[in-house]
């Protein structure tokens, strides 16, 4: 099945800076989230948007819906320890088969 | 509360050996998922059910089984014939087939 391309792959920081990472496709979803996950355990969903454009925020966490429909970046600021752990995008489409579609992940290491 | 239980968090078969996992939610949704996570890798769906009675095969079904007996419960089978068996097991649940899905803690399946 297809997977989402996800990047980086894995980020080493200090505690403090700010984090950016992104998911694109080759096909448009209708609806991307952004999901984290600490070792052992299952994920939890972050922020979830559903219009093209649309900019989301969580508490430090910023997420934004590519105008493409294509594409969605999450941004975190001024990270701190327990921010550590995989951060996942996953795209969903109304049309046919509807279910996830998940990126290969981000392992986010903080150096304190 | 209202959440999501999958049991047990470790699990270890012998080769050969069928296991079941188990997955139980009191949020009432209707459906509900399975997905296997492999090291460095995202999250792929094995089977996923929108109501009682019924299940549908996602990207990666062969050798796994399912049943949608009651809408609180979604059992999956990892049978003989899966090849790779040893992974993390993820079960999760929407409203509906709505995108924003909630997971369970997993199991770790190891198989000897």
């Known amino acids: 099945g297809q997977q989402l391309n996800q990047s980086p792959q894995s980020m080493f920081i200090q505690e403090g800076e700010d984090v950016s990472m992104n998911c694109t496709s080759s096909s448009i979803f209708n609806t991307w989230l952004w999901y984290k996950q600490d070792p052992g355990e299952g994920p939890v969903l972050l922020i979830a948007l559903y219009k093209a454009g649309e900019l989301t925020s969580n508490g430090r966490l910023t997420a934004q819906f590519g105008i493409t429909r294509k594409d969605s970046f999450l941004n975190i600021s001024a990270s701190i320890p327990s921010d550590v752990g995989i951060y996942f995008c996953a795209g969903h489409r109304l049309q046919g088969a509807q279910k996830l579609v998940f990126g290969q992940g981000t392992r986010l290491t903080i150096n304190p | 509360d209202g959440g999501i239980t999958q049991s047990p968090k470790y699990l270890f078969r012998k080769e050969g050996q069928n296991v079941t996992l188990s997955c139980e939610q009191n949020?009432?949704?209707?459906?509900m998922y399975w997905y296997r996570q492999d090291p460095g890798q995202g999250l792929r769906l094995i089977y996923y059910?929108?109501?009682?009675?019924?299940?549908q095969k996602g990207d990666i079904a062969e050798g796994y089984s399912v049943s949608r007996e009651k809408k609180e419960s979604f059992p999956l089978t990892v049978t003989s014939a899966q090849k790779n068996p040893t992974a993390f097991y993820l079960c999760a649940s929407s409203i509906d087939l709505r995108p924003e899905q909630f997971f369970g803690p997993g199991t770790r399946l190891t198989v000897l």
């Open positions: 949020l009432n949704h209707d459906a």
């Open positions: 059910s929108q109501i009682v009675n019924d299940f």
